[in-house]
C-alpha cells in the first residue's frame, strides 16, 4: 500500500462516530429508572424482543474475526475453511434444545452468568468457579482477537501506529460503561446492515469482474495444486474428514456456552423469542457461505497478504475490486463488526467476575448496585488487558490463546448443559471430570507441531492419530477428544461416589423451573421495549 486511502478513511471513520453516538445514546434507549443493577446494565434489563435479539445474537457470534478469519482460511487451506458453515448449521437444532431451559431457570432465580446456574443447580462453589474461571479465560483472547481484525482494516488503508486502536476502545469501553448490553445491542443494527450490504454488492460484482466462479474455483485449485501441503485443496482430502467433522460439531456445541453467548440468550424476554430466533438465525449461515467465498475471489484476484499476514487478504481485495467509498464502508463493516462482540464479551467476562467470585469469596453480602459498579469497573480491566495483550504481544500467540480458549470452554458442557437435561450427574464427578478434560485439551494442543510455522508447541486444533503409535494421517479436534474424556469421568465417577454415599450438593431448582414461561407468576415481569 502507498499512503492512506484518504475516501475509504473519511467513509471509515464518519460510520464509526455514527455508532459511536449510537452506543452513547443507547443508556436512554427504554432507560430503566436505574442502571445500577446487574438485570439492567448487563442483560439490558432481560426485555429484548425477537428483533433485537436476532441482531444482538447474531453481532455477538459472528464477529469481525469470522469476516476476516473465515475467507483467510479459505485462502490459505481451501476447503477446511468452510467448517464453519456447517458448525453453524448444527448449532441452532442444538441450542433450540437446551436454550428455552436455561432462559426458565435463570429467569426464575435471577442467574446472570453460566456459573450462577451450575452453582444453583449442583450448590457447589468450587464447580461454579471452575466453570467461571475456564469462562473467563476463554473469553478473554477472544477479546484481544477482535481487534486483529481492527488492524487488518487499518493496515490496508495505511493507517500507522497503535493509536487508532486504542481510541477505538476507549470509546468501546465508555459507551459500554455507560450504557451496558443495551449499547451493542443498538448498534448490532447497524453492524448487521453494513455487513449485508457489504456481502450482497460483493457476491454480484466480484464474480463478475473475475469472469464467474467456474474462473474463481479453476484459479482457487491451480493454487492448491502448486502447494506442497496434502490437506489444502477445494475438496477435503481423505485424512481430513475426521477432523473437518469433529471440529464443525465441537465448535458447535462449544459456541453457545460462551459466556457472551449466554448473556445474549438471557437478555430475552421470553422462552418463545429464543425458540424464534433459533429458527432465523441460520439465515446467518446463508450470510456466512457467502463470505467463505471471498478466501477464493481474493486467489482468483490476484491478491497477496500484506507481508504474511493473511487477515489482510479481505480487506485488500475490497481494496482492489471496489471504489474507495465503498471499500471504507467495507472496512467500517469490519470495524463496527469488532466492537460489537467485544462489548458484548467484556460484559460477560465482568459478570462472572462479579457473581461468581467477587459475591461468592469476597463479598456475599453484596448489594446489586454494589455488583452493578464491579462489574461495570471490571470490564473497564477486561478491555484494557485485551488492548495491552494485542498490542504487546505477537497476534498470533493471541490467536493461540483463542485456540487454547475454544478447547476449554467445551469442557464446561457437561457442567452446564449436562444439568439442563438431566439430574442424574454427581457435583465431584463433573468436578473431576472437567478438570481432566482441561487437563488433557491442553496437553493435547501442547504436544501439537505446525511444521509449517515453525513451531513445536501449539500448532493447531487438529490431534494427530501419529501421536498415539498409529501410521496415519488423520486427526481429530482437539476440543471434542477432550470432551469425550471429561465425559468418560463423569459417567464412571458419578455411580462409584453414589455407592460410596458422598453427599450431593443441594440443588435450589426444581424440574418445573426449567419449563417457566415470561407471564409465570413465579418470573419476575419485565416492561418489553416498544416495536421490537
Known sequence: MNGVDGVALTVFILLFVLVTGLGFVASRWHRAESLEHLDEWGLGGRSFG??????????????AYTFVAVPALMYGAGATGFFALPYTIVLYPLAFLVAPRLW????????????????????????????ALTGIVATMP????????????????????????????????????????????????????LIYLVIIVAFIAIPIQLHGFGSIFSAAEAKFAKTPAPTDGILLSHAG?????????????????????????????????????????????????????????????????????TDTVVPLLFDKQFPSWFAGIA???????????????SIAAANLFTRNIYREFVRPDATPAEEARVSKLMSLVVKAGAVVAILALDPQFSIDLQLIGGVLILQTLPALVGELLTRWFHRFALTAGLVVGLAVGVWMLWVTPNPAAKKVHFGGSQYAFAHLGFDTKVTVYTGLAALVVNLLVAVVLTPVLRAARVADGADRTTEEDYLVEAGDPRVAPVAPVPGV
Not at 244 to 273: D, E, K, N, Q
Not at 281 to 300: D, K, T
Not at 332 to 345: D, F, K, Q, T, Y
Open 331 to 345: 472496512y467500517a463493516a469490519i470495524g463496527i463488526g469488532a466492537l460489537v462482540p467485544a462489548a458484548i464479551m
Open 50 to 63: 425477537p428483533w433485537v435479539t436476532w441482531f444482538l445474537l447474531g453481532g455477538d457470534l459472528y464477529t
Open 104 to 131: 426458565s431457570v435463570a429467569h426464575r432465580h435471577g442467574y446472570v452468568t453460566p456459573a450462577d446456574v451450575v452453582r444453583g443447580r449442583h450448590g457447589s462453589a468450587l464447580l461454579a468457579l471452575l466453570v
Open 241 to 309: 474428514e475426521l477432523g473437518y467433522s469433529t471440529l464443525a460439531l465441537g465448535s458447535a456445541m462449544a459456541l453457545f456456552i460462551y459466556p457472551h453467548s449466554v448473556t445474549g440468550l438471557l437478555a430475552s424476554r421470553s422462552r418463545r423469542v429464543i425458540r424464534r430466533n433459533m429458527s432465523m438465525l441460520p439465515a446467518y449461515s446463508f450470510v456466512l457461505g457467502l463470505l467463505a467465498l471471498l478466501g477464493f475471489m481474493a486467489i482468483a484476484a490476484g491478491v497477496k497478504p500484506l507481508g504474511k499476514d
Open 142 to 193: 477472544y477479546i484481544a482477537l477482535q481487534l486483529v481484525g481492527i488492524e487488518a482494516v487499518l493496515k490496508v488503508m495505511g493507517v500507522k501506529g497503535e493509536w487508532p486502536l486504542i481510541v477505538a476502545f476507549v470509546v468501546l469501553a465508555a459507551y459500554t460503561y455507560q450504557a451496558g448490553l443495551r449499547a451493542p445491542a443498538l448498534i448490532a443494527f447497524v453492524k448487521d446492515a
